[in-house]
């Protein structure tokens, strides 16, 4: 249910940022951006007291978007079918191999060290004069 919540704001808060098209004047408004701030945050905080307050509207509506979700998804896995048969191709037989790339593993930038590249050189601990002076 709070999924449901949070798309519906995000989904306004997008439709309110998005250009109007339209040639309609747009009136101004005599709302200040501090009355909207605190008014989206007393909306916010009253959807999120919602399910304290109606426990069992909140998990009727949270089982139907699973339910919903679930025939989303079928019905998205039945289109993409459709989709494949009707405008798919077999990927295998488009894919031609022309020799002019070659393979990960042959390329001639890797193993170029030596081993006695890979060896540093050992050097015992500096010893520190300190003391004497």
């Known amino acids: ?7 519906t704001f995000w989904l306004g ?4 940022l998005l250009p109007s098209g339209g040639s309609q004047p747009v009136p101004q408004s005599q709302v200040g951006v501090g009355d909207a701030f605190s008014a989206a945050k007393a909306a916010m905080s009253d959807m999120q007291q919602f399910c304290d307050r109606q426990p069992n509207v909140c998990e009727v509506g949270s089982q139907t978007a699973v ?4 025939r989303a998804q079928a019905g998205a896995k039945i289109l993409y079918e459709f989709l494949q048969e009707r ?3 077999d990927e295998s037989a488009s894919v031609q191999t022309t020799g002019s790339v070659r393979p990960p593993s042959a390329r001639s930038s890797q193993h170029t060290l030596r081993p006695d590249d890979l060896s540093p050189p050992w050097r015992g601990p500096q010893r520190r004069d300190s003391a004497r002076g």
């Open 1 to 7: 249910m709070r999924f449901l919540l949070r798309m």
């Open 13 to 16: 808060v997008v439709l309110i």
């Open 67 to 70: 339910t919903l979700g679930h």
């Open 87 to 89: 405008f798919g191709h």
